[in-house]
């Protein structure tokens, strides 16, 4: 009977679940792409819950101080990651001593194609002139990165696709997206890796200039944009951006957590304004599958880092 009555409890204690409003930490500063995307999906998701997700910025240290955080959080279903393949590039350039499996995966959100920028009124047009750019200008192209994120590794990816070697370059390091995008608009950088989510609407201006989307297709916010590939560079780059929750949080509070974030991507309204606005793709990825794919793409990262030398 005792027993009975303790499963009982532990029944109504997870149907109840959520018990208090849910901490979402983004691990970089306001106004990147992975900032916008959590705030739009988790402000849909948070309907499907009947709480309140409040998003919180917490950059720094190469997006290690809001993965840290999460990590050391109860296991409870109420502290939750917003991020991306930064976990395990972090962990890879010797900036973390943990991967993603320091956590419990929920699921893959989206994936976001990357786009090289820069600045209106720059020389170059075109991904494809960054090379002979540098030829003619060894050591001087200034190129922003956040250390050891998806934005590093996609340039040492770009630069060894374009027969471009990183000791002609200089890059420039930031704590975040949105202070490249400011160095860019002051003419502080020659390029950055920009998005949709953090550039779009400076795209449209004129103010920055997308010099090539790293996609198999043109995006349609930017049909007049080659992909990479279209101008001879074999690379199609994503940023993946997915939620975690920590280590050995129950398995039913994950579920309830996805299946919450899963009916917001069916609405169609955040659909439209995921791959119209912000130049993403819905790839909702359940949380068994999501950390199959990671420990795939953790190899595959380290094989990469290994031929580029990826280094923090």
Known sequence: ?????????SDAKE?????????????????????????????????????????????????????????????????LLGSHQTIDL?????????????????ALLTRTVNIPATT???????????????????????????????DHFFWLHFFEQAGISPADIQFVRYPDTGAQVVALLGGELDVAMLNLPSAGSLFDSGALVPLGVASDTRLTALPEVATLIE????????TDRGLFAPLNTPPERVERLAQAFEQALLQPALIEAL??????????MPREEYGRYLNAQYDQLQRLADTMEFER
């Open 90 to 106: 972090a962990n890879i350039a010797g900036l973390s001593d943990y991967s993603h499996d320091a956590f419990s995966p929920i």
């Open 1 to 9: 009977m005792l027993a009975f009555n303790v499963n009982a409890e």
């Open 120 to 150: 209106a009124g720059h020389t170059l047009t075109q991904a494809s002139e960054i090379a002979a750019f540098v030829e003619q200008h060894p050591g001087e192209l200034l190129v922003g990165i956040i250390p050891s994120s998806t």
């Open 231 to 238: 101008q001879g560079i074999t690379l199609v780059n994503t």
């Open 15 to 79: 149907a109840s679940f959520p018990t208090s409003d849910i901490t979402l930490i983004v691990p970089f500063g306001q106004g990147g792409a992975t900032d916008i995307l959590f705030r739009a999906i988790a402000e849909q998701a948070q309907t499907y819950l009947d709480t309140s997700i409040i998003t919180l910025n917490m950059p720094g240290n190469g997006a290690t101080l809001g993965s840290q955080f999460v990590k050391q959080a109860s296991p409870d279903g109420h502290t």
């Open 275 to 284: 791959q119209y606005t912000h130049g993403s793709h819905v790839d909702y």
